[in-house]
């Protein structure tokens, strides 16, 4: 059975530093991703880390967020934070499953920028 949870997040100031955190138990082997839903808003991606370490970021969090992986957690370092990025942020981590995938999701997390 595959759990994740989530820590970090909270309240920061704009242009402030915030880092998530998302531990993965159960055995999986797929990629990892984080993704974010605001208000009155669709959920979006944000980023994903592969088995073989490439990531790949929004357009809109490209250059201020940085995705990396342990064996069991995925972090997103969270930098340069704007109103914008306020959002309860989800971990995803996609499991190979046969010739399929199953996606298991964090709790979520809530991040608050204020200025």
């Known amino acids: 059975h595959v759990r994740l949870v989530q820590s970090g997040g909270g309240s920061v100031q704009a242009s402030g530093s915030l880092k998530l955190s998302c531990t993965v138990s159960?055995?999986?082997?797929?990629?990892r991703s984080w993704y974010r839903e605001a208000p009155g808003k669709e959920r979006e991606f944000v980023s994903i880390?592969?088995?073989?370490?490439t990531t790949t970021y929004a357009d809109n969090v490209k250059g201020r967020f940085t995705i990396s992986q342990d064996k069991n957690t995925v972090y997103l370092q969270m930098n340069s934070l704007k109103l914008e990025d306020t959002a309860m942020y989800y971990c995803k981590q996609r499991c190979v499953v046969g010739g399929g995938f199953d996606n298991y999701w964090g709790q979520g997390t809530q991040v608050t920028v204020s200025s």
């Open positions: 880390i592969l088995s073989d370490g």
């Open positions: 159960g055995y999986c082997s797929g990629d």
